[in-house]
């Protein structure tokens, strides 16, 4: 990212970077801080992980041993290479076949552990050597009791002390407000779908101006605003509304709702 407006072209004819350009990294709350029921509420990813996986038409296993495929292609199951995360694969067994589920391990319980070592991880970003760091907040851990508003502070510490720790290693903080990870208790009653999800946001958004803003100076309201609303539409995704009955109606609804949400959010950004 560049920090100030360059001129279109100065990328193109000189072939370097602005002066101004800002090497960074990413990461997700889910994907990374783990902690699940730890300083928290519980998140859509959360419940859907632990109460949907059984219901699923399939299962999905990070990094299989080899002997476990075999065994299941003996049995005429041939595992799917749905992806790879990291150069391993995450292979697709119908939930049918699936016999021990010892190898399944594919959700955000643990993660990177985030939460627990804040020192490690930034002591990781200063030795690659970035100058920005893009981490997304996490709407469980700043209102766990959602329907009160009420800010909790082991979150507010949590994200405090990861903020002072990048700019002591020379590192800006980039936050993001909204990266998939809906507090489950606001899906109860809709999610995004809801018209009121977009006052929580506002909420929500004005805690994390008023108790980070003076140091975090990069927001964005999401990551993926598309993705930020499928699971309304589809169940392969978090909160998992079944898409052969919402398709086309919840999730174009939760998408009006997150622009009204993004609008707010930058409205009281200015203010």
Not at 17 to 44: M, R
Not at 219 to 226: L, M, P, R, S, V
């Amino acid at each position: 990212m560049a920090n100030e407006k360059a001129k279109p072209d100065s990328f193109i004819s000189t072939k370097q970077f602005p002066d101004n350009f800002l090497l960074g990294t990413a990461t997700g709350s889910y994907q990374v801080e783990g902690a699940w029921n730890e300083d928290k509420a519980e998140s859509i990813w959360d419940h859907y992980f632990h109460s949907n996986e059984a219901n699923k038409s399939f299962r999905y296993f990070l990094d299989l041993p080899e002997s476990v495929i075999e065994k299941h292609i003996q049995k005429g199951i041939k595992p799917r290479l749905a992806d790879l995360y990291k150069g391993m694969g995450v292979y697709e067994f119908p939930s049918s076949a699936i016999e021990d589920g010892t190898h399944f391990h594919f959700n955000g319980d643990v993660a990177a552990d985030t939460y627990h070592k804040t020192d490690v991880d930034v002591k990781l970003l200063k030795e690659l050597g970035v100058q920005v760091y893009r981490f997304s907040i996490s709407p469980t851990r700043i209102i766990p009791m959602a329907h009160d508003h009420l800010a909790g502070k082991a979150g507010l510490a949590y994200y405090n002390n990861l903020i002072d720790k990048l700019i002591e290693n020379g590192i800006t903080p980039m936050a993001t407000l909204y990266s998939y990870d809906m507090i489950e208790a606001i899906t109860v009653i809709g999610g995004l779908a809801n018209p009121t999800s977009y006052d929580f946001f506002s909420t929500y958004a004005r805690i994390c101006f008023e108790k980070f803003g003076d140091r975090v100076k990069y927001w964005t309201t999401t990551a993926d605003i598309h993705l930020s609303i499928e699971g309304c539409g589809s169940e392969h995704f978090a909160p998992g509304i079944q898409e052969s009955i919402f398709s086309g109606i919840s999730d174009y609804i939760a998408l009006h709702n997150f622009i009204k949400a993004h609008a707010l959010g930058y409205k009281l950004y200015n203010e």
